[in-house]
């Protein structure tokens, strides 16, 4: 079993940046890769960004690549999506998942709450 707990939403100024954190716990935590995905308004869930806590490289969708950068803490076993240039469009909830096999689909095994983001134009 693994808990997922979202922090760092808010509001901010489009071109602005923001930092979200995802702590994770429970066991065998190195085995899962995270995610970071969001759900924008009207519209369905969709995938942003993964990474394995140990090895590899991260995977974005095009959407967001040069602009979000997905990082991990792996002491503290918390992972970051740092967003930068941010557009209004880009006004959505944002939830972190875990699971063994990473996949830009939506079946992962454990997702957080959710924290939002608002982006003002």
């Known amino acids: 079993q693994v808990q997922l707990v979202e922090s760092g939403g808010g509001l901010v100024q489009a071109g602005g940046s923001l930092r979200l954190s995802c702590a994770a716990s429970?066991?065998?935590?190195?085995?899962?890769?995270m995610g970071w995905f969001r759900r924008a308004p009207g519209k369905e869930r969709e995938f942003l960004a993964y990474i394995r806590w140990t090895v590899g490289s991260a995977r974005y969708t095009d959407s967001v690549k040069g602009r979000f950068t997905i990082a991990r803490d792996n002491p503290n076993h918390t992972v970051y999506l740092l967003m930068d240039s941010l557009k209004p469009e880009d006004t959505a909830v944002y939830y972190c998942a875990a699971d063994s096999v990473p996949t830009t689909r939506l079946n992962w095994a454990y997702w957080g709450q959710g924290t939002q983001v608002t982006v003002s134009s």
């Open positions: 429970g066991r065998s935590l190195s085995t899962y890769a």
